[in-house]
């Protein structure tokens, strides 16, 4: 953070979890967004508004004009010069907020990837399109004790779950291996972009409680959406964590070659 001039930012400190001391840490926290498509450049935008400090983007994609509809950060001139779009979204997010740190990576997140663009990193957002990179996430958080907030939208319908290492259920604990149906994917099933705007704002949220002090607040729960049907729910998982390969038994098998 260049400058520690708050006043910006009124309306979020008079929000009493968060107070002056929340929105100092704020300012001084770090968030990785892995992946710079639907979830991600909402996510982006949200965490940048409220000032979080520094700001890591990794991505390794161009800007389509099929991106635009979900994508927040990008533009058709973006799509037109077939930016990256890490390098798009940085320059939108430092005309939102020039105080945040910006620090885009154009990189595939992988095994060889992730150990290098966690470090350093206070909470991870999922902004990822398929399981296998997020079974490499889930290792790589649990093994480096990182937070990290899952979500994935497909069509109407989208799931979203906190992790945090050594204190609730990681995504093995949930999904055991990668999923089989993993291969579908929103080139063929579609996207609602209010849905990815939605789910992105929940893991917002979720990353500012953590950075601001207040991980307590975490949700503990697996949440499924379906927007079209209206139906949130919550889904209890605290007794999924029992003998998980990756949170238990710290096998880490994703990360390995
Ligand atoms: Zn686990």
């Not at 929000?15 to 001084?28: A, C, D, S």
């Not at 953590?210 to 729960?221: E, F, M, Q, T, V």
Request: charged content about 20%; overall charge neutral.
């Amino acid at each position: 953070m260049k400058n520690m001039d708050l006043s910006r930012y009124a309306r979020q400190i008079s929000f009493k979890p968060f107070g002056v001391e929340g929105q100092q840490r704020l300012v001084k926290s770090s968030a990785l967004i892995v992946g710079v498509g639907g979830l991600g450049s909402w996510a982006a935008e949200l965490l940048v508004r409220a000032g979080v400090g520094h700001i890591r983007l990794a991505d390794d994609d161009c800007v389509e004009i099929t991106n635009i509809h979900r994508q927040s950060l990008f533009t058709e001139k973006d799509s037109s010069e077939r930016s990256l779009k890490v390098t798009a979204a940085a320059e939108h997010l430092r005309e939102i907020n020039s105080s945040c740190n910006i620090e885009p990576v154009f990189t595939r997140m992988d095994r060889l990837t992730a150990g290098k663009l966690v470090e350093g990193m206070d909470v991870i957002v999922d902004g990822t399109d398929n399981f296998p990179a997020r079974f490499i996430l889930n290792d790589c958080a649990v093994k480096n004790s990182k937070p990290w907030v899952f979500a994935g939208v497909l069509g109407s319908e989208a799931q979203m779950m906190t992790i945090i290492p050594g204190k609730t259920p990681c995504l093995r604990c949930l999904l055991g291996q990668v999923p089989s149906c993993s291969g579908q994917s929103c080139r063929e099933v579609g996207v609602l972009g209010p849905a990815v705007a939605a789910v992105a704002a929940f893991e917002a949220s979720e990353a500012l409680k953590i950075l601001s002090g207040n991980i307590d607040r975490a949700n503990p729960n697996l949440v499924v959406f379906d927007f079209w049907s209206n139906i949130i729910e919550q889904v209890n998982v605290s007794k999924l964590r029992t003998d998980c390969t990756c949170c238990v038994q710290k096998n880490f098998e994703f990360l390995e070659p």
